[in-house]
């Protein structure tokens, strides 16, 4: 600590900092903020010489090409101690967090993407435009041997704990074809190698980049796989197909860029990526105890069988045994769960219901607009059950056409929840009384639901204790 103390010292002319330590990452390197009057400084203490010495040369190069990465500001003469700029505390990951809890990113979420995505083209290319690959650490360059060494860590760091029987033989053929097929495309990019939103900060909403002390040269797909198909990331589909599109306008403005040919190669590293990925996660998680990535397995997981919807009939054991693999008894509770919807009818006047789940609530459809039958005395004894209720709701019409604009918004609502995986939905129509309007609706659209989608409905009339079940088909 002393020598960050040092170096704040003598570079601000500033003496006895306040100091800060910040969250660590995945390794082993210490954050600190340091700041004194209106100055702040990133400390980092590095227990590898090597890797701080790679990050220091990269990211003085990055700086010097106008590229969006902290200003190294001072080292220490034995490179386990430097100061770097303080770009802030607003990290992408958590700017995004709206969608990623969702799978429905706002337009604010989406733009931060798309500037990602574009400014990523940039950094790859200008990133590697006269910088000497050789400080890069631990190797210059993506190859066999770096191929190998990210699938062996899949197969002893997470294959081998499942406790799984393969033929290792038969695995080996398949990762040798994976890996010639990822080393066709000779590119002389930057490949950052861990390009996640979790190394993304915001400054005045634009990227800045941090942690590319990994980077050294290699095929664009790599970091395109990485953030895209980022474990926690959440993108749909749909999503992810326009942030590839910009990051291919972004590329063209450097090289012609083959569309079907660049797909079809991401999809190799997307599968190469996510085996990677799998590996750190049973290293760190299973290995070195920590929670935070045992907690991203089942994400990985999912991202693997959707991956594996489509086969890679180039490697027909390795698809097998994934398969196999993501099927096992310990992930059961990370394979697509069922959803829920729970649909319910209230009176206003006693309080919306609360959610059960702990998901905190869902729509809230008010019926009181539409005409109430409970103002004549002959509907008193009846509900949005019987017959008469029903006659005078449709015959009056207007919660014909309430229902009609609910529809599509909640078709919508329920295949999002159900590609995202998600378990519960909550869906709560109130009037005055909870006794007619709210009832019908509530009724009417459980059975929608039911007959659209197949999926297990619990449907409550609150008020008028009175509840159903719809199972799944």
């Known amino acids: 600590m002393q020598q960050l103390i040092s170096l704040f010292t003598t570079y601000t002319g500033k003496a006895d900092p306040q100091i800060e330590a910040l969250p660590s990452s995945g390794s082993n390197r210490k954050y ?151 080393l066709s495309d000779k590119s002389e990019r930057f490949l950052y190698r861990d390009f996640q939103s979790r190394n993304v900060m915001l400054v005045d909403g634009n990227p800045y980049f941090i942690d590319f002390q990994g980077g050294r040269k290699g095929p664009v797909y790599y970091d395109v796989a990485s953030f895209l198909w980022q474990a926690k990331a959440n993108f749909p589909s749909e999503l992810r197909d326009e942030l590839i599109q910009t990051y291919i306008q972004s590329l063209r403005k450097y090289t012609e860029v083959d569309e079907a040919k660049f797909m079809k190669q991401l999809r190799q590293f997307v599968l190469f990526r996510t085996l990677q990925v799998l590996g750190a996660y049973g290293f760190r998680g299973y290995f070195e105890k920590k929670p935070h990535f045992i907690q991203s397995v089942p994400f990985a997981l999912q991202n ?32 697509k769960r069922e959803l829920e919807v729970r649909v319910l009818s209230f009176a206003y006047k006693k309080g919306i219901p609360q959610d059960p789940s702990g998901n905190g609530g869902g729509y809230v459809f008010d019926c009181r607009a539409i005409n109430n039958p409970g103002k004549f005395e002959r509907y008193n004894n009846a509900t949005g059950l019987d017959e008469s209720v029903i006659k005078f709701l449709e015959d009056d019409g207007e919660i014909l056409d309430f229902l009609d604009n609910i529809y599509p918004l909640v078709d919508r609502h329920v295949k999002r929840y159900m590609d995202r995986n998600f378990t519960n939905l909550m869906i709560s129509f109130g009037c005055t009384g909870g006794q007619h309007r709210s009832v019908y609706a509530a009724q009417h659209v459980a059975e929608h639901i039911s007959k659209k989608f197949g999926v297990k409905i619990s449907l409550t009339h609150r008020e008028q204790n009175l509840e159903q079940e719809f199972k799944s088909r």
Request: aromatic share 14%; with cysteine; proline share 2%.
């Open 304 to 335: 693997l069988r959707e991956l594996l919807k489509e086969d890679f009939c180039e490697y027909p054991y390795l698809c097998r045994m994934l398969k196999e693999m993501t099927e096992l008894k310990q992930f059961a509770d990370t394979t």
């Open 32 to 182: 600190f903020r340091l700041t004194k009057d209106d100055l702040s400084l990133i400390g980092v203490n590095g227990t590898s010489r090597e890797e701080n010495h790679a990050f220091i040369a990269l990211a003085t190069h990055f700086y010097n090409q106008k590229l969006n990465v902290p200003k190294v500001v001072a080292v220490s003469d034995d490179e386990f101690f430097y100061l770097q700029e303080d770009l802030g505390d607003k990290v992408l990951f958590d700017a995004i967090k709206a969608g990623r809890n969702t799978g429905v990113f706002s337009h604010e979420e989406k733009d931060l993407l798309h500037k990602t995505i574009a400014s990523l083209a940039d950094f790859q290319v200008k990133g590697a435009e006269g910088l000497d690959f050789n400080v890069c650490y631990p190797q210059p360059e993506f190859n066999r041997r770096s191929i190998y060494w990210d699938l062996n860590y899949f197969k002893y760091n997470f294959l081998k704990t499942t406790g799984m029987d393969f033929q290792e033989d038969l695995l080996e053929n398949d990762f040798e074809k994976l890996g010639k097929a990822l």
